[in-house]
């Protein structure tokens, strides 16, 4: 069965710290792998996706198969950075587009 | 293009009313998504279309719920009766089918069923 699991409802850090946004997956076959941001009052964006090994917004994320998982790192956390992060998940190619639960991030001055 | 259109933006109706919630896809993308988002449970699926046709309707709650999509441009999910623990914002997204895989979301509904 398909599944994200974002064990962290809500991650409070002070600017400058580092900042680790949990995502684990369960999926046969080869998933791709996404985070999604949506910041205050406006509608879910894309951050960034696997596939693409960039880093956006400082953000980086690295699919990990052997555990399943796909964390949003960012080394030094800034105050726009607070948002609700998603984390989701679909086959190669299109198909089913499931989320994670969320997580809040918030970070203070 | 203006990307997802979603309408309502807010809807407000009393328990046992019919809502109807409507979305209008990005041209060319052959996906849509319908999503219910709640602080409990987060984002869920409802139910997705290909092509018009709809694939995996297993998130939608209960037989209260149904979705259309009569053409490519046009979507509704329909609650009838309404609960008030049908409170939520629902979000429709849509993506191309194969190629570039990034899902566009509207700005959701507000719904509060009192």
């Known amino acids: 069965a398909q599944r994200v699991t974002q064990p962290e409802k809500l991650l409070s850090v002070f600017k400058g710290a580092p900042v680790e946004l949990k995502c684990n997956y369960s999926y046969s076959g080869s998933p791709e792998l996404f985070w999604y941001v949506q910041y205050s009052r406006q509608r879910l964006q894309l951050l960034l996706r696997h596939i693409s090994r960039e880093s956006i917004k400082g953000f980086t994320a690295d699919l990990n198969k052997g555990e399943t998982s796909f964390h949003l790192k960012k080394p030094f956390a800034q105050e726009e950075d607070s948002a609700m992060y998603y984390c989701a998940l679909s086959g190669y190619q299109g198909g089913k587009l499931i989320f994670g639960q969320g997580t809040e991030l918030s970070v203070k001055p | ?114």
């Not at chain 2, 009313?17 to 602080?39: A, D």
């Not at chain 2, 139910?47 to 309707?57: A, K, R, S």
């Open chain 2, 1 to 114: 293009d203006a990307g997802v259109i979603q309408s309502p933006r807010h809807e407000v109706t009393e328990m046992g009313q019919e809502v109807t919630l409507r979305c209008k896809p990005i041209s060319g993308h052959n996906s849509l998504f319908w999503y219910r988002q709640t602080m409990m449970r987060g984002l869920e699926l409802l139910i997705y279309f290909n092509n018009n046709v709809p694939i995996d309707d297993s998130g939608m709650p209960e037989d209260r719920f149904s979705a259309k999509m009569p053409n490519a441009s046009f979507s509704t999910l329909k609650i009838q009766p309404s609960e008030p623990r049908d409170s939520a914002v629902y979000f429709c997204a849509s993506r191309p089918q194969t190629g570039d895989t990034e899902a566009f979301f509207g700005q959701g509904t507000r719904l509060t069923v009192v």
